[in-house]
């Protein structure tokens, strides 16, 4: 392979190689359309109305999430969440906490919503002492009856009355602070339709204490008469699965197992993911419509490793080409599992979000799913900023998606690039060739001309001069030979002062990443076991500017931490100008091949070079 090497014109604080601002990444979460509410916004849920709209169900209020006047409004677009309606008030504001909505539409276009109503209108909850200090919650947005309300035309109005839903009691419910007179729940996962019958999520909670929820199940509500009943006072429900016990967090696990997200496979069995405080996500399939579900696991990649996610959503999606996507964030195992304040710990780090795409596959047990490797999908600048509880909407072919960082819930178009990245099993290698500015192949130990990389911000053009945030990166992928066994330099750039690149590998099948603009310094690492020695190795490591995050994908395979660290992708912050050093870049001999990219590339993308590599 010959050595390309692109050199665009830089000078000064400029580089045509980057984007101008945060407008030009779309998963910047503030590049979506916002959807009315109050102060507080919560499950911003989309069904598609008979006359064309997008009809949003939210809880809302002009407080904090359970403050009193909480309740539930709809909103209507017909632009794709570019513009929407005034908000119509499925609950007024100055009546019991209304909360926690779902939406179904059936055939006749009749639309339900489904939520939880403090209908007592009880001001306390018995609770732990500690951390409730009185021994009673004074949140009460979590309890009292499960009910529906409806609209006939398309969200512009709800029915007057509200119907009250039969939960079959269980364990969990005799076993809370009150013996279940009164019943603690909530619900985030949204209904679905099954073979002539409506099915809708329910979460039981067992009591409150640290983390607000001690123990939690999910059940399923199933209606035969639902889809076609018009007299809501005659719908029947039951209670699934059989049996004392809902779904629960698998074996080993702790008491928190809840927000189970459900879909419904091309066999007709139903899928369920759902969060626990385990430092992973579980799951469970029911063959027999809900009735009784395998035992709880893990959720784990297609190549076996378990996935790590926090106590937070995670939802799954079936869309209308038969595959999958899953929505989660990306960290987590045992250092969450072994924190022991993890009840409360755990909830955080929602950002950035993630995804993965599913496909299925046929097993002895039935049709299962296998997951891809994780692709970032939305973020903000501020990492405690904390995005969830999303929604996924197609329509002619594009996917969008909604979410809550609980003041603010937008609608966010998802590239089409992305998603074909997800479900491909083969990209188009040229396509792969953009942003490539370095190219070549090693026979010796070299020092070759190394081109510019992108800068990450530049002072800006107007006073008083503040930094624009470029949001560029760029992306290193080398093919090392397998003579490496003991520490050594791969690659280098660095001037006397520091500023530049420099990757070693650190021994312990461990790669190492630094930069420095000569006045910040940021390393990062790959994860333990990652390189193989005494065979070639294939090493991507991404640098993207946009959510200010470094990570490696080693050997076609994304370093998520592992059981060494809850974090696989690191941050740098956005005071760090660049990462320029020499005009000339230092090869160690170990080098067989090296592309530079001035973009950061995507993991399906590192995947697919690897790939290439492997097959040579």
């Not at 809708?200 to 008469?225: A, D, M, P, R």
């Not at 755990?346 to 799913?369: F, H, K, M, Q």
């Not at 067989?592 to 993991?603: A, D, G, K, Q, S």
Request: hydrophobic share 30%.
């Amino acid at each position: 392979m010959e050595c390309r090497c692109f050199l665009p014109n830089v000078s000064g604080e400029t580089n045509s190689m980057t984007p101008n601002n945060h407008n030009t990444d779309n998963r910047h979460i503030d590049n979506g359309y916002k959807i009315p509410s109050q102060e507080y916004c919560d499950q911003p849920y989309v069904v598609q109305t008979d006359d064309g709209a997008w009809l949003c169900i939210m809880t809302t209020g002009s407080g904090h999430e359970g403050a009193t006047g909480q309740h539930v409004v709809s909103t209507r677009s017909f632009d794709r969440g570019k513009s929407w309606s005034n908000l119509v008030d499925v609950e007024p504001a100055d009546g019991p906490e209304a909360s926690y909505a779902v939406v179904l539409k059936v055939a006749s276009g009749r639309i339900y919503v489904f939520y939880n109503h403090n209908s007592d209108n009880i001001r306390q909850v018995k609770a732990t002492n500690p951390p409730y200090t009185s021994g009673y919650c004074d949140r009460v947005d979590s309890l009292g009856y499960f009910v529906f309300k409806y609209s006939d035309d398309g969200g512009l109005s709800w029915s007057d009355e509200r119907y009250r839903i039969p939960v079959r009691e269980m364990e969990i419910d005799r076993q809370n602070a009150d013996a279940g007179s009164i019943r603690y729940f909530w619900n985030v996962g949204k209904p679905f339709v099954h073979n002539g019958s409506a099915f809708v999520s329910l979460h039981k909670v067992g009591g409150f204490g640290y983390g607000f929820f001690t123990s939690n199940e999910g059940v399923l509500l199933k209606s035969e008469n639902l889809l076609f009943e018009s007299d809501p006072n005659k719908v029947e429900w039951e209670t699934l699965p059989e049996g004392d016990r809902g779904i629960r967090a698998p074996s080993g696990g702790s008491t928190i197992a809840s927000e189970h997200s459900y879909s419904v496979l091309s066999d007709g069995s139903f899928y369920c993911v759902y969060r626990t405080i385990d430092g992973h996500p579980g799951c469970s399939y029911s063959r027999d419509e809900g009735k009784s579900w395998s035992l709880p696991s893990y959720k784990r990649f297609a190549d076996g490793r378990l996935m790590k996610h926090p106590r937070a959503a995670n939802f799954v999606w079936r869309c209308s080409n038969g595959k999958y996507l899953y929505w989660f964030h990306n960290h987590g195992g045992n250092f969450i599992r072994e924190d022991p304040n993890r009840r409360s710990n755990a909830y955080s780090d929602r950002n950035p979000a993630w995804l993965c795409g599913g496909i299925e596959v046929e097993t002895d047990e039935g049709i299962c799913l296998e997951w891809s490797q994780p692709e970032i999908v939305l973020y903000d600048d501020d990492p405690y900023i904390r995005m969830s509880y999303p929604d996924l909407i197609e329509e002619d072919g594009q996917y969008y998606l909604t979410e809550t960082q609980k003041d603010i819930a937008r609608v966010h178009k998802i590239s089409p690039d992305l998603l074909n990245g997800l479900w491909s099993e083969k990209c188009d290698l040229e396509n792969l060739r953009n942003g490539l500015v370095f190219e070549k192949s090693f026979e010796k130990n070299e020092i070759i001309a190394m081109p510019p990389l992108p800068l990450f911000n530049r002072r800006g053009s107007e006073s008083p001069y503040g930094s624009e945030d470029l949001r560029s990166g760029f992306s290193l992928e080398l093919r090392l030979g397998s003579d490496i066994k003991e520490p050594m330099f791969i690659l280098d750039t660095r001037r006397t002062d520091g500023q530049g690149i420099y990757l070693k590998y650190q021994g312990n099948g461990v790669v190492e990443f630094f930069m420095s603009d000569g006045r910040t310094c940021v390393t990062w690492c790959s994860d333990p076991g990652g390189v193989v020695i005494g065979r070639p190795n294939h090493v991507v490591v991404v640098v993207d500017g946009g959510p200010k995050l470094i990570s490696f994908i080693v050997n076609g395979v994304f370093q998520d931490g592992g059981e060494t660290r809850q974090f696989g992708w690191g941050r740098f912050g956005r005071e760090l100008r660049h990462a320029n050093g020499t005009e000339s870049l230092k090869i160690n001999d170990s080098v067989e091949i090296l592309r530079i990219f001035n973009r950061p590339l995507r993991t399906f993308e590192a995947i697919s070079f690897f790939k290439v590599e492997e097959e040579k």
